[in-house]
């Protein structure tokens, strides 16, 4: 029997996933509804202290956008570092002001509705700025890297274009509205002067869900992030300290083909129900699936060559990662998925993808075409920026 457990489903208070957002708050762990401590439970100063960014265990928003930058290649060793370093502080006193005048807006005549709120004229919806650096950039700043942070390697079946891969620093916008994700976006730019130029840029949205609300649903029609982690999974397999890293994924698939194949025959691949996202021998939708199960004529009950077989944490020592992936539609013949997941060592990634490669054949809907990776930073605090704690 399939054995239950609830996915993350972390509501933090509006305040916390503004103020992480703009990176100069204190969080506690509490950015888990578990994790929360309940009315009349000592509050967040009897827990460690957390610093830890939005936009990793905040429940997904509508719209995503990816932003790649490149440092100047001029820039390099301590001067390199100085100029990250002030760009970087501009970024952290900017998105502190967005989100105060959005404070300050909603506590005026928009009501608490913890949703969304009025900022520079237009709507802010539950904006995160999540940001990370790539694998080059310590060597060039002649900082000590971070020991998980490498470039990935390659993996059969790729198709990378280079001009939707790496960066020297990237961005994850998150926001209700594709308008205010922009608009941030804008800021961040301009305010990266000449230190920092865009290197690429991706933007992902939720389709529309036939259940309306509950687990995403990605553009094969499938429940996309049911076995994710719970909080407690998140602290052993997510976070390093305050710190994770982001592996981002320009993923082409194949709708038109998938569609095509009968129901069960795409149920076979993907190793879950399409309806319902539970396991393929029954149960709910946050089930676990044990891969090795088999019914009562000694048939594995989810196919060898599904997809959450080749992904389950069962081959990888219990090992998760956290999803958060959008879908992306560039024009009629390239769309897919945006694929995010954090997680506490890349490694985990390389594994999972090798395995996918080889064994599961929901590969043959796939092809990778933009790829990168970057340490998430721990949030910032009362004066500590963002990148305080790499670059001073
Ligand atoms: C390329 C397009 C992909 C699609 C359309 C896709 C779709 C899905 C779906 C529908 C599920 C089952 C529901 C769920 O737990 O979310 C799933 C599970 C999962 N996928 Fe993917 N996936 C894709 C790529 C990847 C990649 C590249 C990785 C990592 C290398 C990955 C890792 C996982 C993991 C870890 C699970 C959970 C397995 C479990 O715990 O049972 N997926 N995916």
């Not at 489903?9 to 503004?18: E, H």
């Not at 890297?145 to 280079?162: K, M």
């Not at 199960?293 to 992904?311: C, I, L």
């Not at 219990?318 to 959008?326: P, T």
Request: hydrophobic content about 35%; some cysteine.
């Amino acid at each position: 029997m399939p054995k239950a457990k609830n996915a993350v489903d972390d509501t933090p208070t509006r305040r916390s996933v503004l103020i992480a957002g703009a990176g100069i708050g204190l969080t506690a762990t509490a950015c888990t509804r578990e994790a929360r401590p309940p009315a009349g439970a000592p509050g967040p100063g009897a827990h460690a202290a957390r610093r830890r960014q939005a936009g990793v265990t905040t429940p997904q928003q509508a719209t995503a956008l990816i932003l790649a930058y490149d440092l100047d290649p001029a820039l390099r060793g301590t001067a390199g570092a100085r100029e990250l370093k002030a760009v970087l502080e501009r970024w952290t006193r900017a998105l502190a002001e967005t989100q105060e005048t959005a404070e300050t807006q909603q506590n005026g005549d928009t009501g608490d509705t913890g949703e969304a709120q009025e900022a520079g004229g237009g709507r802010v919806a539950r904006l995160t700025a999540t940001l990370g650096v790539g694998p080059r950039l310590p060597d060039r700043l002649g900082l000590r890297a971070p020991d998980a942070l490498r470039d990935l390697p390659s993996f059969p079946g790729d198709r990378l274009d280079p001009a939707r891969c790496d960066g020297d620093v990237l961005v994850q916008l998150c926001a209700d509205s594709a308008d205010a994700a922009e608009a941030t976006a804008a800021t961040l730019t301009r305010l990266a002067g000449d230190a920092l130029s865009p290197r690429w840029r991706q933007g992902g949205f939720l389709p529309p869900s036939p259940d309306g609300g509950g687990t995403p649903r990605d553009l094969l029609g499938f429940k996309n992030g049911s076995a994710n982690p719970t909080a407690e999974e998140c602290e052993r397999w997510v976070w390093a300290g305050d710190a994770t890293y982001l592996v981002v994924r320009r993923v082409h698939l194949r709708v038109e083909d998938f569609a095509r194949l009968a129901v069960h025959r795409q149920e076979e691949i993907v190793g879950r129900r399409r309806a319902t996202g539970a396991p393929l021998d029954g149960g709910s939708e946050h089930d676990d699936v044990d891969p090795l199960a088999k019914d009562a004529q000694g048939r594995y009950t989810t196919p060898p060559r599904s997809h959450v077989r080749a992904a389950s944490p069962r081959l990888d020592d219990g090992a998760r990662m956290l999803r958060r992936s959008y879908s992306y539609a560039d024009g009629p013949t390239d769309q897919g998925l945006l694929f995010l997941a954090f997680m506490r060592d890349p490694a985990l990634f390389a594994r999972v993808q090798r395995r996918m490669a080889a064994q599961d054949d929901l590969a043959a809907f796939t092809q990778a075409r933009g790829s990168a990776v970057a340490y998430v930073l721990p949030g910032a605090g009362p004066g500590r920026p963002l990148g305080a704690e790499l670059l001073g």
